[in-house]
């Protein structure tokens, strides 16, 4: 069982930057692609991006291309998604989701795939 915990959401003004951060407890994330979704109020969550365990494959929404970066440390059992450039746009709640994967290089950009979830960040920009 994997418990994720995700911190670093806020409120910024558009243009700012934010860092989100997902620790992972129970198991170790080095064999789980995880990746990073969103909801804002009155719609679907949507995918943002993902990343292997390996951390080499990345894909990302086309809405947050060239603006976010996720990545990872195995290490200290975290994912991080770097967001640059934010928009009143972004404004929603951020989850961090994992699942187990035993190839180095799979992303899951479907929410359905993962089995674990955290219970989210608000991540809030003003124009």
């Known amino acids: 069982q994997v418990r994720l915990v995700e911190s670093g959401g806020g409120l910024v003004k558009a243009g700012d930057s934010l860092r989100l951060s997902c620790s992972a407890s129970g198991r170790t994330l080095s064999r789980y692609v995880a990746g990073w979704f969103r909801q804002a109020p009155g719609k679907e969550r949507e995918f943002v991006a993902t990343?292997?365990?390996?951390?080499?494959?990345?894909a990302y929404a086309d809405s947050v291309k060239g603006r976010f970066t996720i990545s990872r440390d195995n290490a200290e059992n975290e994912v991080y998604l770097q967001m640059n450039s934010l928009k009143p746009e972004d404004t929603a709640v951020y989850y961090c989701?994992?699942?187990?994967?035993?190839?180095?290089?799979?992303?899951?950009?479907?929410?359905?795939?993962?089995?674990?979830w955290g219970q989210g960040t608000q991540v809030t920009v003003s124009s």
């Open positions: 990343i292997s365990w390996s951390g080499g494959n990345t």
């Open positions: 989701a994992a699942d187990p994967s035993p190839n180095t290089f799979r992303v899951l950009t479907t929410k359905d795939m993962y089995d674990y």
